[in-house]
């Protein structure tokens, strides 16, 4: 190799000193270890009572939402044909 091959090397990317490191410096790839959301602690677990009982308050609410959005439709609807009624 030249010494303007080298300098051409220098200039564009830096001198990578082994193979596995970058010009950066920062290794190739990075050691993944798994998220563990499995454990957490005793104070943030939830019993299976709880979350049924916050399962049926939600199924509570979301009911009443469709009814209240039904009785708001039906009335919508009602307004617009008595409109093209008349």
Do not use: C, F, H, Y
């Amino acid at each position: 190799m030249s010494t303007d091959e080298k300098d051409l090397k220098v200039a564009v990317g830096g001198v990578v000193d082994t193979i596995n490191k970058r010009v950066s410096g920062k290794a190739w790839k990075l050691k993944k270890t798994p998220t563990s959301r499995a454990q957490k602690a005793k104070s943030l677990r939830m019993t299976w009572e709880q979350r049924s009982e916050e399962r049926a308050k939600l199924n509570a609410v979301k009911s009443l939402e469709k009814q209240l959005k039904d009785e708001r439709k039906a009335e919508k609807d009602a307004s617009i044909n008595k409109r093209v009624m008349d």
